[in-house]
C-alpha cells in the first residue's frame, strides 16, 4: 500500500502540471506550486478512524503528505500540539468558546519545524544535499536544525535585527549564517544568488518550494480532528509569509472533497501590524494581490513581510471563507501579550498576541459572535521573544525584606 498518495504539482496561478519526483521551484508563471493528491485513493484507502489509532505526529496524514517512504522522515517529534480552551481570555472578550492551537510547544519553539520536518524530508528523499533561505528568524532555525537532523547542509540569511536566539539556534545546528543589513526581500536576493553558484542546493524560501506548505497544512487536519471531525466558526492566524493560512484553506478543501467534513468552513482571519499590513490593505478594496508595504516594521518580527510570493492565495483563502483581514498596533499586540499570560498562564510569541488584539476588536465590532467557537494560532513560544517583556523588579539585598 501506498505510504503517500501524491500525485503531482500543480501551478497555482494556471493549473499548468508539473512531475512531483523531482526537485521542483516555483512554476513557469513564477507562482507557488501545490502539491496534489489521489483523493478518491485516499478516500478508499484510510478513515478517520484509522487515522486515530496513529502515534500523535503529523506524520499521522502520511497519505496526504508528499513522503514516498515512511523510512524517509526526518523528525523531532513535531506535531499534535494542544488545542487549549481559554475559559478566562475568552470571558474577558466576550468569546466563551475560545480555544487556542499552541505551536510553542512543536521542536524549535515555532510552528516552522512543520514545515521544516516535511520539507527536508522531501528534499533530502529527493536527493537534494543542502538548503538555503532567508528567514524572519524562525523558519531558518527550524529548516537549519531539521538540516542537521538529516545530515544535510544549510545556508541562512536574515536581517541583522531579527531575534537573537533564532541565530543561536542556527549557529547551534551548524548552519552556515549572514545577517543582513535589510529585510527578508534583501536576504532573499542574496541567498538566490548564492544557490545559483552551488551545485547541490535547494532554495527552500517561503512557498519557492512546494512541501513546507504541506508540513503547515497539517494544523488544519490537527484542528478538525481535535475538534471530532468537525470545523469551528472562526480560525485566526498571524500572516506575514502567509503559508499557515494557505496551508490550513488547502487541508480544509481536501477534507472537504475526502468527506471527512460538511459543506461549512470557518471564516479565516489573516491578522497583521500596522506597521506591515499588504494583506489588511488588499482586503480593503477587495484587491486580489497585495502592494508592497513601504516601511515594514513591527515588535511581531515574523509577520514583517512586505509583499509575499503567495498573497494571493492568502486572499483567496480569506475571501473563499467570507473571512476578512485586520491590522493591530505593536501597543495592542504586546498588551494582549501581557494579558493572556496574566490570565491563563500562557507566554505566547508576538505573532500569536496579535490574534488575540485582533479578535477583541472583532469581537467588539460584533464580526464575531458571543456564541461563535474561536480558534486562535499561537505561533511561537514567547520565550523566543524575550525582549517583548520588560523587567522592573526591586533589587533587594541579600539580607533585605520583602514587604509582607
Not at 505561533?379 to 541579600?398: H, M, N, Q, R, S
Request: include cysteine; aromatic fraction near 6%.
Amino acid at each position: 500500500m501506498a505510504y503517500s498518495f501524491l500525485s503531482h504539482l500543480e501551478c497555482s496561478r494556471t493549473g499548468e502540471r508539473y512531475e512531483a519526483d523531482q526537485v521542483a521551484g516555483t512554476s513557469a508563471a513564477g507562482a507557488p506550486l501545490l502539491a496534489r493528491y489521489d483523493l478518491e485513493r485516499v478516500r478508499e484507502t484510510v478513515t478517520p478512524r484509522d487515522i486515530a489509532t496513529r502515534p500523535p505526529d503529523l506524520w499521522r496524514y502520511h497519505e496526504v503528505l508528499p513522503l514516498r517512504e515512511a523510512g524517509n522522515i526526518v523528525s523531532l517529534g513535531e506535531g499534535m500540539t494542544p488545542l487549549l480552551p481559554l475559559p478566562g481570555q475568552g470571558k474577558e472578550l466576550g468569546v466563551p468558546k475560545l480555544l487556542m492551537k499552541d505551536e510553542g510547544l512543536v521542536p524549535t519553539g515555532s510552528f516552522k519545524a512543520r514545515g521544516a520536518a516535511v520539507g527536508v524530508s522531501r528534499a533530502a528523499e529527493l536527493g537534494v544535499r543542502g538548503v538555503a533561505m532567508p528567514t524572519n528568524g524562525n523558519a531558518g532555525a527550524a529548516w537549519a536544525l531539521y538540516a542537521a537532523r538529516a545530515g544535510m547542509k544549510s545556508l541562512i540569511a536574515m536581517p541583522a535585527d531579527a531575534p537573537a536566539i533564532t541565530m543561536k539556534e542556527c549557529v547551534a545546528s551548524g548552519a552556515e549564517l549572514y545577517r543582513v543589513d535589510g529585510l527578508i526581500g534583501d536576504a532573499g536576493k542574496l541567498v538566490a544568488a548564492a544557490v545559483a553558484r552551488r551545485e547541490g542546493y535547494q532554495e527552500v524560501s517561503t512557498l519557492k518550494e512546494p512541501y513546507r506548505l504541506e508540513g503547515k497544512k497539517t494544523m488544519g487536519y490537527e484542528i478538525v480532528e481535535q475538534l471530532g471531525w468537525r470545523v469551528p466558526d472562526v480560525i485566526l492566524y498571524p500572516t506575514g509569509g502567509g503559508v499557515g493560512i494557505i496551508g490550513i484553506h488547502k487541508a480544509l478543501l481536501e477534507m472537504q472533497e475526502l468527506g471527512w467534513i460538511g459543506e461549512k468552513l470557518p471564516r479565516l482571519v489573516a491578522v497583521q501590524a500596522t506597521g506591515c499590513a499588504p494583506i489588511v490593505e488588499a482586503v480593503k478594496t477587495g484587491a486580489r494581490e497585495s502592494v508592497p508595504f513601504p516601511d515594514a516594521h513591527t515588535v511581531a518580527f515574523g509577520i514583517t513581510v512586505p509583499k509575499a510570493l503567495g498573497d494571493f492565495l492568502v486572499l483567496d483563502a480569506v475571501y473563499a471563507t467570507e473571512g476578512t483581514a485586520i491590522a493591530v498596533t505593536d501597543d495592542e499586540l504586546l498588551a494582549a501579550q501581557q494579558q493572556l499570560a496574566e490570565l491563563e498562564g500562557a507566554f505566547i510569541c508576538p505573532e500569536g498576541a496579535a490574534c488575540f488584539a485582533a479578535l477583541g476588536q472583532l469581537r467588539e465590532s460584533g464580526w464575531v459572535g458571543e456564541d461563535e467557537e474561536v480558534v486562535v494560532l499561537n505561533t511561537g513560544a514567547g520565550i523566543k521573544y524575550p525582549e517583548t517583556v520588560e523587567v522592573d523588579a526591586p533589587l533587594l539585598a541579600k539580607d533585605g525584606v520583602i514587604p509582607g
